[in-house]
């Protein structure tokens, strides 16, 4: 028989078992035991859960490795504030985030960093990845990766143009609101997920000072 606590082989007369030291009697396991234990293998016959399996695979118990953090969630509008006020640096880091997660889950050699820096190339990518995931999570809404990659790339393009036109610039956030919130939705409905609601020093600070820099730069184009 199997101890159903760690799945060790024990002999049928065993009173413990001798890795864990859970207690059996008579061949009857008689310790707490799992609910409803997962099997790979053939089931060929059970006491009391003290089970043998043809290929002698142990039991392993249902959800035991809960799905991991998937994506870097963070409010609407906190992400719409400091790319406001950071001058859309925040969009970079939170594509860095994104990407950093999805490099470890697939541990593959993408470069975070990289595709953070050239985010204008790489928006569509991101956007149909979390767009399948919560898809599956079964996400209400719906929205075009390669439209919304379009839209950003021409938004940061209004950065150079001359007069007030660079105003303009300040709203490269927003084709990128409708997969902020897919992950926010995502990472509500996953058991390890979470959502950075909250502001870090760091996070205070260049927003401060770039809340100051934008304030002058605004009088300054508005001046005469």
């Known amino acids: 028989m199997y101890c159903q606590k760690c799945g060790t082989l024990q002999t049928n007369d ?27 293998g053939v089931l060929k016959g059970s ?12 039991p392993q118990s249902v959800d035991q490795k809960p799905r ?23 969009e970079l880091y939170w594509f860095g985030k994104n990407w950093t997660l999805i490099q470890k889950q697939e541990k593959s050699k993408i470069s975070p960093v990289g595709r953070a820096i050239f985010s204008v190339l790489y928006m569509s990518d991101l956007a149909s990845r979390v767009l399948k995931t919560a898809t599956s999570d079964k996400y209400p809404e719906s929205f075009s990766p390669t439209f919304l990659a379009i839209a950003y790339f021409a938004l940061n393009l209004t950065w150079r143009l001359p ?14 609101i409708p997969v902020v919130k897919a992950i926010k939705f995502i990472n509500e409905h996953t058991k390890d997920g979470a959502v950075d609601s909250g502001y870090s020093i760091g996070e205070i600070m260049f927003a401060v000072v770039g809340g100051m820099i934008l304030l002058l730069a605004i009088i300054g184009s508005l001046s005469p």
Not at 68 to 90: D, E, M
Not at 163 to 176: E, M, T
Request: charged share 15%; hydrophobic share 45%.
């Open 14 to 40: 065993a009173s413990f078992c001798h890795k864990c030291g859970a207690r059996s009697s008579d061949g009857k396991c008689v310790n707490e035991m799992i609910e409803e234990p997962q099997f790979t």
């Open 163 to 176: 007069g007030q036109g660079w105003l303009i610039g300040f709203a490269s956030f927003l084709p990128i």
């Open 68 to 90: 991991v953090r998937l994506y870097y969630a963070v409010p609407i509008s906190k992400f719409v504030l400091l790319s406001i006020l950071t001058f859309g640096l925040y």
């Open 47 to 58: 006491t009391c859960g003290a089970l043998s399996l043809e290929y002698g695979i142990v």
